[in-house]
T-cell receptor, first 110, second 119 residues
Framework: EDKVVQSPLSLVVHEGDTVTLNCSYE??????LLWYKQEKKAPTFLFML????IEKKSGRLSSILDKKELSSILNITATQTGDSAIYLC??????????FGGGTRLMVKP | NAGVTQTPKFQVLKTGQSMTLQCAQD?????MYWYRQDPGMGLRLIYY???????DKGEVPNGYNVSRLNKREFSLRLESAAPSQTSVYFC??????????????????FGQGTRLTVV
């Protein structure tokens, strides 16, 4: 059974701080790892990672995959209150099954 | 707007009632999914359909059935609703192709969710 574990469960920081969210996985026939941001409704896509060591970057957010360690991190620099959300990590296996972790709830205080 | 359309947005059921949640996507995606999300938790996979004509159980399939009616539509049925099925349900689709030789296209698109309460 595929499994995705995220840490920490929740995090409270102040604006301007840098945060690192972790995702580890066990999956049969790994295809890709995806990060999502969920505010009040449906998750919205952030990144898809398939290759180890290649950083994906979008503004203040970046993510990297380590296939040897079966993990990924999501970094957010210079956090803003608008970054407050649940961040979800998911893995896709070769059978197209998409399994999510429990999420990290991030709160950014002004 | 193109994307994943999920209906209804809200539903209240009595214990033992049945209902079907509808999901349709117009992006010609191969794979479709049903998840439930409970307060403070991530998304748990109920069922998925890797391609038209196939369906598979996810992590929490008990009490649910699905139908991949065609490439566009994937419905979730609760035959006899129970209070434990009170949750927010999300449908999603993705463009992953079946072949392992083809790089995954990645992104899954989500419907806006159905808030279901079973009393």
């Amino acid at each position: 059974e595929d499994k995705v574990v995220q840490s920490p469960l929740s995090l409270v920081v102040h604006e301007g701080d840098t945060v690192t969210l972790n995702c580890s996985y066990e999956v049969t026939n790994f295809r890709s790892l995806l990060w999502y941001k969920q505010e009040k409704k449906a998750p919205t896509f952030l990144f898809m990672l398939t290759s180890s060591g290649i950083e994906k970057k979008s503004g203040r957010l970046s993510s990297i995959l380590d296939k040897k360690e079966l993990s990924s991190i999501l970094n957010i620099t210079a956090t803003q209150t608008g970054d407050s959300a649940i961040y979800l990590c998911a893995v896709m296996n070769a059978g197209n099954m998409l399994t999510f972790g429990g999420g990290t709830r991030l709160m950014v205080k002004p | 707007n193109a994307g994943v359309t999920q209906t209804p947005k809200f539903q209240v059921l009595k214990t033992g009632q049945s209902m079907t949640l509808q999901c349709a996507q117009d992006m010609n995606h191969n794979s479709m999914y049903w998840y439930r999300q409970d307060p403070g938790m991530g998304l748990r996979l109920i069922y998925y359909s890797a391609s038209e004509g196939t369906t598979d159980k996810g992590e929490v399939p008990n009490g649910y059935n699905v139908s991949r009616l065609n490439k566009r539509e994937f419905s979730l049925r609760l035959e006899s609703a129970a209070p434990s099925q009170t949750s927010v349900y999300f449908c999603a689709s993705s463009a992953h192709r079946g072949s392992m030789m083809v790089a995954a296209l990645g992104e899954a698109f989500f419907g806006q969710g159905t808030r279901l309460t079973v009393v």
